[in-house]
C-alpha cells in the first residue's frame, strides 16, 4: 500500500515539475546554506585553536614596564627592568613549571649568497618547553651554552627555506652580524600566531651571547621579557599573583607605586579569541537556518494549494472507500519526498560550496558529518512538519463536501 502511495505522490508532483522544484528549492538553499557557514565557521574556530596550541599552554608573559624619569614616564618595555636573575627567581615558585627569559631584536642573516633579516631571540633552553616547541632536526642548546656564550642557533622553517633551500641546514655555519654561529638544529613549523606574525620566522641563541655578542644591554643581565608556564590551568592565578608578590618585593617598589613590568595571561586572551571564534560559528549556522524556516514555509503553502486543487479527487478517494488515515498519509508522503530529496541535493551543493571557498579564497574549512546530518535532519524535520497541516486539513474533509467543490 505504501508503495502504491509513493508512486501516487510521484506522479503528483511529476504533474507540476515546475511547482516541485521551486519548492525543494527552498530546502536545497537551506541545507546548503546551514553547511557552508557551519564549515566556514568551523574552519575559522578551528584555525584560532590552532594558533592557541602553538602559542603553549597555560603561559604569562612578564614584560619590562613602564620608567618614571626627571618627570618623563616612559612607555612600556622602553627600559629593561627584567634580569636574568628575576626569571630564575619566578622558577623557584610553587606550580611554576618552566621559565624562560629572553632577549629579543633583529639582524641580518647570511649564508652562502643568500641573505635574511630576521628575529633572532636570545633565551635559555627552557623556551622550547615552554613554548612546546620540538626540532624537527639537530639538537637544542645547552646550559653550558648559556654560561659560555656560545655563537649557536636554532633556526625557524621560514628561515632554513630562505637561507638554504633545500639544503639541510644542520651542522653548517651562517653569519649574524658578520660573526660565525653554527646551526645546531631546525626548528619545527608553528605557523602563524593570532596576531598573524609568522612564528616560523625567527632564530633562537642564548641569552648570553645575545647579550655579549649580538645586541648588548644597557644594564647587564637584563631582558625585554620572561615567558612562564604554570604546571595547570587552575594554577594560573595563584601562579600571577605570585609573580607580582615577587618581582615587586626584587625590585623593592614600595606600596602604592606602579609596578616596572606587566603580568599578562596570554592563556585567558587565546581563550577569549578562541570563544569569540565559536560565537561567530554558532552566529552563521543561526543565520543560515533562518533560510530552512523560509523553505518549510514554502513547502506548507504549495501542499495547501495542492489540497484546494485536488479537492475533488479526495472526495472520489474517500466516497470509493479511502479514510482519513489515507488521506493523511498520502499527503504527508508527498511532503516527505519533497523535503528529502531537496535537502540531499542541499547537502551536495553546501559540500561543494564549501570546497569551492576553500580552493578558491583559501580559507579554511572545516566540513563535520555532525553538521551534515544535523543540517539533514532539520531541515527534513522542518518539511514534514509543515506538510502536516496541509495533510490534516486534507483528512478532515467531508466526502460530501470535497465532491461539491468546484
Known amino acids: 500500500m505504501i508503495g502504491a502511495m509513493l508512486s501516487e505522490a510521484w506522479m503528483a508532483m511529476g504533474a507540476n515539475r515546475l511547482r516541485t522544484i521551486l519548492t525543494m528549492l527552498g530546502?536545497?538553499?537551506?541545507?546548503?546554506?546551514?553547511?557552508?557557514?557551519?564549515?566556514?565557521?568551523?574552519?575559522?574556530?578551528?584555525?584560532?585553536?590552532?594558533?592557541?596550541?602553538?602559542?603553549?599552554?597555560?603561559?604569562?608573559?612578564?614584560?619590562?614596564?613602564?620608567?618614571?624619569?626627571?618627570?618623563?614616564?616612559?612607555?612600556?618595555?622602553?627600559?629593561?627592568?627584567?634580569?636574568?636573575?628575576?626569571?630564575?627567581?619566578?622558577?623557584?615558585?610553587?606550580?611554576?613549571?618552566?621559565?624562560?627569559?629572553?632577549?629579543?631584536?633583529?639582524?641580518?642573516?647570511?649564508?652562502?649568497?643568500?641573505?635574511?633579516?630576521?628575529?633572532?631571540?636570545?633565551?635559555?633552553?627552557?623556551?622550547?618547553?615552554?613554548?612546546?616547541?620540538?626540532?624537527?632536526?639537530?639538537?637544542p642548546f645547552t646550559d653550558p651554552d648559556i654560561r659560555s656564550a656560545?655563537?649557536?642557533?636554532?633556526?625557524?622553517?621560514?628561515?632554513?627555506?630562505?637561507?638554504?633551500?633545500?639544503?639541510?641546514?644542520?651542522?653548517?655555519?651562517?653569519?649574524?652580524?658578520?660573526?660565525?654561529?653554527?646551526?645546531?638544529?631546525?626548528l619545527a613549523a608553528k605557523g602563524q600566531s593570532l596576531d598573524g606574525r609568522d612564528q616560523d620566522d625567527t632564530v633562537l641563541v642564548p641569552v648570553t651571547t645575545a647579550q655579549r655578542k649580538l645586541f648588548g644591554t644597557q644594564f647587564a643581565g637584563t631582558v625585554r621579557f620572561i615567558s612562564v608556564q604554570a604546571a595547570s590551568a587552575e594554577a594560573m592565578p595563584s601562579v600571577e599573583r605570585s609573580i607580582n608578590e615577587l618581582l615587586r618585593q626584587r625590585h623593592r617598589i614600595r606600596e602604592g607605586a606602579d609596578s616596572d613590568f606587566t603580568v599578562r595571561n596570554l592563556t585567558a586572551m587565546a581563550n577569549t579569541a578562541a570563544e569569540t571564534a565559536q560565537?561567530?560559528?554558532?552566529?552563521?549556522?543561526?543565520?543560515?537556518?533562518?533560510?530552512?524556516?523560509?523553505?518549510?514555509?514554502?513547502?506548507?503553502?504549495?501542499?495547501?494549494?495542492?489540497?484546494?486543487?485536488?479537492?475533488?479527487?479526495?472526495?472520489?478517494?474517500?466516497?470509493?472507500?479511502?479514510?482519513?488515515?489515507?488521506?493523511?498519509?498520502?499527503?504527508?508522503?508527498?511532503?516527505?519526498?519533497?523535503?528529502?530529496?531537496?535537502?540531499m541535493i542541499g547537502v551536495v551543493i553546501g559540500v561543494g560550496g564549501a570546497l569551492a571557498v576553500n580552493k578558491a579564497s583559501g580559507m579554511a574549512v572545516l566540513i563535520t558529518m555532525s553538521s551534515i546530518v544535523t543540517a539533514f535532519v532539520v531541515a527534513a524535520t522542518v518539511g514534514i512538519f509543515f506538510g502536516w497541516y496541509p495533510a490534516h486539513k486534507a483528512s478532515m474533509l467531508r466526502p460530501i463536501d470535497a465532491l461539491r467543490f468546484q
Open 150 to 186: 656560545t655563537r649557536v642557533a636554532l633556526l625557524g622553517q621560514t628561515v632554513v627555506r630562505n637561507l638554504f633551500g633545500d639544503e639541510d641546514p644542520v651542522g653548517k655555519t651562517i653569519r649574524i652580524k658578520n660573526s660565525p654561529y653554527v646551526v645546531l638544529g631546525v
Open 27 to 139: 530546502m536545497v538553499i537551506g541545507v546548503g546554506a546551514v553547511i557552508l557557514m557551519l564549515a566556514v565557521g568551523r574552519g575559522a574556530q578551528q584555525q584560532v585553536q590552532a594558533s592557541i596550541a602553538s602559542m603553549g599552554s597555560n603561559l604569562f608573559i612578564v614584560l619590562s614596564g613602564s620608567t618614571t624619569s626627571g618627570g618623563v614616564r616612559m612607555g612600556g618595555g622602553a627600559t629593561p627592568t627584567l634580569t636574568i636573575a628575576d626569571a630564575q627567581a619566578i622558577e623557584e615558585l610553587n606550580s611554576v613549571l618552566a621559565v624562560a627569559p629572553s632577549a629579543p631584536g633583529t639582524a641580518q642573516l647570511v649564508y652562502g649568497p643568500n641573505n635574511w633579516s630576521t628575529q633572532i631571540v636570545g633565551t635559555t633552553p627552557n623556551f622550547l618547553t615552554v613554548r612546546d616547541w620540538r626540532l624537527s632536526s639537530g639538537f
Open 279 to 343: 560565537v561567530m560559528s554558532l552566529m552563521l549556522g543561526a543565520i543560515a537556518s533562518v533560510s530552512l524556516l523560509v523553505g518549510g514555509i514554502g513547502i506548507m503553502n504549495i501542499m495547501l494549494v495542492s489540497v484546494t486543487e485536488r479537492t475533488r479527487e479526495i472526495g472520489i478517494r474517500m466516497a470509493i472507500g479511502a479514510c482519513g488515515k489515507d488521506i493523511l498519509l498520502q499527503f504527508l508522503l508527498e511532503a516527505i519526498i519533497i523535503s528529502v530529496i531537496g535537502c
